[in-house]
């Protein structure tokens, strides 16, 4: 869906972006994370044809954005960091105004936008004036124009701004039906344990390099080196700790309580089929076995601080 390849630009002597090249692929919720200055909006604002790089190509539906950018800008729904809206509007003449810039015609515009408006839960405020809503209405409002249309690609900068923690909740059910709906969702957000839970790919930036694009799973592979297990039995005595400790590729074995285990592998395989067996054919009930999955938020600061992975 989305392609951008060696994506370069400066402001004066300062280098927002700098060879920048990841895909998105269609149908996927990805994340756009970094800390400020990382060159995020920048690239953003790329993709939806608003600044042009000095170097690079981006492509949205295999159409180059540069060369073609009303054709693209067609294609995105966009949320800016801060919502384009005319406070002078009422929340409904602002999304009837953003329909008929979009080309919604006559006939479908008070259906299209009752539905919208149900959708973002902003249907109590449908008649006020915007100067007058609070900034989680505008924030939802700006999330509103931005799905106006059924766009194939939805770009998010920053979208949970403002929201309350039940808004970001109806935020994340918003757009897990968006993507099930065919939608490719681009999100830009500091809120790591938002993007963690809601997609499921990332591109993470740091002063303006790409350091790493692809899946969390593929991120968790790529940053750290040993796999922690979390084993359940029936029962915990020193022997089994002794037997799983002797299997190749485990570092550590440890006891949590009278029932649990914490075992550190090396990340080069999966050992959960031979502590298994281990356990089974020792005379020991296995109650369960599982991979504990680090939080995305320490796997994104070793790429910010480490770098041996830059």
Known sequence: MIEVSN?????????????????????????????????????????????????????????DVINLSQLTRSLIGYLPETPALYPELTAREQLVYCARLKGINKQKLCPVIDEILKECSISDVKNKLISKLSKGYKQRLGIAQALIGDPDLIVLDEPTTGLDPVQIIEFRDLITRRKAGGATILISSHILSEIQNLCDDVTIMDKGSVLFSGNVAGLQVMTSKNKEYHIELSNVDEKILGIIATIEGVLSCSRVDDNNIVVVAKDDNDVRSLISKKIVDSGYSLMGISINKKDLENYYLKLINGAELR
């Open 7 to 63: 994506l370069t630009k400066n402001y004066g002597n300062s280098c927002a972006v700098k060879d920048a090249s990841f895909v998105i692929n269609k149908g996927r919720i990805s994340g756009l994370l970094g800390p400020n200055g990382a060159g995020k909006t920048t690239v953003i604002r790329m993709i939806c044809g608003a600044i042009i790089p000095d170097s690079g190509s981006i492509k949205v539906k295999g159409f």
